[in-house]
């Protein structure tokens, strides 16, 4: 007789094959899908199992996804209340633009994407990015992913989510904006701040997401302050960050997360080495 699992082997079991999972679905679709690596690091912690697979909704169908995606959701483990409000976006009449799929540890997470506008208006609010994060057994965190309209208020927004951070993370921002210049690429980057819920109540997240790709910089260009800022907060031995550099280095960086995570410890996360896989 076999005994019951726990709750965190079942979010174990869950989740280890969900990369596979997601790739089967849009495999099934028949579309290409961009594949992206992360790596996430805090105080004791340094997480490399992590990808985001991401598709355009037109390419997949929208009537295809309605059918395709539930059966993947509740194989995941989404909440039912979840799963039927990401799913409700798929009925609006202003549909999204992608369709991103992820997973983080023993945690997915579901993302629609909407076109940028062409302009905003006065004090309006426009999210980027819908995301639904959760565990098996535990329901999905809801985190909005609001416009940064412009270029002076990403500064401040850079200035306010630094405080009581590391000096380390500060000499990276730095590091990347004179790297954008080099490129002559415009500085700052697209920016979204994270506001995220569960239940109808605010997690302590408080995070900005910078949009690097534009700049087509090599991660390895601010491998040297990542490693600073992993050491000063213990994340990982010395030759862990060693080999992950030597193993990605040469990879272009993504996107950038830094601040307070759900679980109000500081973090900093950085997407590197997007690919697209031929269908």
């Known amino acids: 007789m076999s005994l019951p699992s726990t709750a965190s082997e079942q979010r174990r079991e869950a989740s280890s094959d969900a990369p596979e999972r997601m790739q089967r679905l849009f495999a099934g679709l028949g579309v290409a899908f961009g594949l992206e690596r992360s790596v996430k690091c805090g105080p004791g912690r340094w997480s490399t199992r992590r990808r985001l697979y991401s598709a355009a909704v037109e390419a997949c169908g929208v009537e295809r996804l309605a059918r395709e995606l539930p059966a993947l959701l509740v194989e995941l483990g989404m909440d039912d209340a979840s799963r039927e409000a990401f799913l409700a976006a798929l009925q609006a009449p202003r549909q999204p633009h992608f369709l991103h799929l992820g997973v983080e540890e023993s945690r997915c997470?579901?993302?629609?994407?909407?076109?940028?506008?062409?302009?905003?208006?006065?004090?309006?609010?426009?999210?980027?990015?819908?995301?639904?994060?959760?565990?098996?057994?535990?329901?999905?965190?809801?985190?909005?992913?609001?416009?940064?309209?412009?270029?002076?208020?990403?500064?401040?927004?850079?200035r306010r989510q630094c405080e009581g951070m590391p000096m380390a993370l500060v000499d990276l921002l730095e590091q990347l904006e004179v790297s954008f210049a080099l490129a002559q690429t415009p500085w700052p980057p697209l920016t979204v701040r994270i506001e995220e819920s569960r239940r109808g109540r605010a997690t302590p997240r408080a995070s900005l997401n910078l949009h690097l790709h534009q700049a087509r910089l090599p991660l390895g260009g601010v491998a040297g302050l990542m490693m600073g800022l992993a050491r000063?907060?213990?994340?990982?031995?010395?030759?862990?960050?060693?080999a992950w550099i030597a193993a990605h280095g040469n990879e272009f960086l993504g996107n950038l997360s830094f601040g307070l995570g759900h679980d109000d410890e500081p973090f900093l996360t950085c997407y590197h080495g997007a690919r697209v896989v031929e269908k």
């Open 109 to 158: 997470k579901v993302y629609w994407e909407a076109p940028l506008p062409r302009e905003l208006g006065p004090g309006e609010r426009f999210v980027l990015y819908r995301a639904w994060k959760w565990q098996p057994g535990e329901t999905a965190a809801l985190s909005d992913y609001v416009l940064v309209p412009t270029a002076g208020e990403a500064r401040a927004a850079y």
């Open 232 to 242: 000063e907060w213990d994340s990982a031995p010395r030759q862990a960050l060693v």
